[in-house]
């Protein structure tokens, strides 16, 4: 069984790498996609906890953003960690998304939602990256929203008036750069269309011309008549066709190997990488 899309609480999850990958072992997971939003930082705790019978696909969720300003999340995995353009893009995104809090609690605090930037820190894991998730914390802990769901729902997603968006690279720079570092680009969740506008069909011919190697067609936030779409859209153009299930632990509703991946898809995905990278205990 094969999950190769996780969150821990080295960004917006509530597990940490070390209960991740414990949940993994005790849920029959055999290859682990560990990819916590522009970060690298669960990595080392994961690698720790690894025992036999889990192989670990170390890995990052790029945001990124569209000339059209249309976000869109690239998983980048089995690059190499130590890579400095990678992580010189990782950690621009994530410096970025302290003054875009800033201004998102300004925003809500004019409009009578007050919330301040040290109550959004209160909500956050130590070491996090920073995102709308731990403001919707913060919002339920001062009794604003009674949910995370609700606080995206009311208060929080990209078409909301108190959305801001940080500093991300192009869809085809993430690619680029995680290619440079060794690694498998796989756009994620491409026709969610109910988190707000989604990338064209279009895109892809351009994403190929930067090295993408695979779709993530499986989604919880794909219609089946998004995924026959990416089906074909992957046939079509040669893409590998990835399923994960985005588990946040109790931040999302999202179970764990929920959407899998055919084990022959992986084996064509890892085979892409520039050398083997995959953990084991
Ligand atoms: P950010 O990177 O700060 O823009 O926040 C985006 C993150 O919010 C994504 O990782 C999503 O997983 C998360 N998110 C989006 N919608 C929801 C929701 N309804 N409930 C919980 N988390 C969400
Ligand atoms: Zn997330
Ligand atoms: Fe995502
Ligand atoms: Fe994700």
């Known amino acids: 069984m094969i999950d190769l899309h996780t969150h821990t609480t080295s960004s917006d999850g509530t597990d940490?790498?070390?209960a991740l990958?414990?949940?993994?072992?005790?849920?029959?997971?055999t290859v682990l996609g560990l990819t916590d939003h522009d970060s690298t930082s669960g990595w080392a705790e994961a690698i720790r906890a690894i025992r036999p019978g889990l192989t670990l696909a170390l890995g990052a969720e790029v945001s990124c953003l569209t000339e059209d300003a249309v976000a869109v999340h690239m998983l980048g995995?089995?690059?190499d960690g130590e890579n400095k353009k990678m992580q010189v893009m990782l950690e621009e995104s994530r410096d970025s998304?302290?003054?875009?809090?800033?201004?998102?609690?300004?925003?809500?605090?004019?409009d009578g939602i007050d919330i301040s930037l040290d109550?959004?820190?209160?909500?956050?894991?130590e070491g996090a990256t920073l995102g709308r998730p731990h403001l919707a914390d913060a919002l339920v802990a001062k009794g604003h929203v009674k949910s995370r769901d609700e606080a995206f729902a009311e208060l929080l997603n990209n078409s909301s008036k108190y959305y801001v968006t940080h500093i991300a690279p192009s869809p085809e720079d993430a690619i680029r750069v995680i290619r440079e570092a060794g690694g498998v680009?796989?756009?994620?969740?491409p026709f969610a269309t109910r988190r707000g506008q989604?990338?064209?069909a279009m895109s892809f011919p351009s994403l190929i011309a930067a090295g993408l190697n695979g779709i993530e067609v499986d989604h919880r936030d794909h219609s089946q008549e998004e995924r026959e779409q990416l089906r074909g859209?992957?046939?079509?153009?040669g893409l590998v066709i990835t399923g994960a299930s985005d588990y946040h632990g109790t931040g999302k509703l999202n179970l764990m190997g929920e959407n899998l991946t055919d084990p022959h898809q992986w084996e064509i995905l890892e085979s892409m990488a520039d050398s083997r990278r995959t953990v084991t205990s």
């Open 185 to 189: 680009a796989v756009i994620a969740h």
């Open 198 to 200: 989604t990338l064209s």
């Open 97 to 110: 998304r302290l003054p875009r809090m800033r201004r998102m609690t300004e925003l809500l605090s004019a």
């Open 233 to 237: 859209i992957a046939r079509d153009l």
């Open 119 to 125: 109550e959004v820190f209160a909500a956050m894991p």
């Open 21 to 29: 990958v414990n949940k993994a072992l005790s849920s029959g997971i």
């Open 16 to 18: 940490s790498p070390h």
């Open 77 to 79: 995995l089995l690059f």
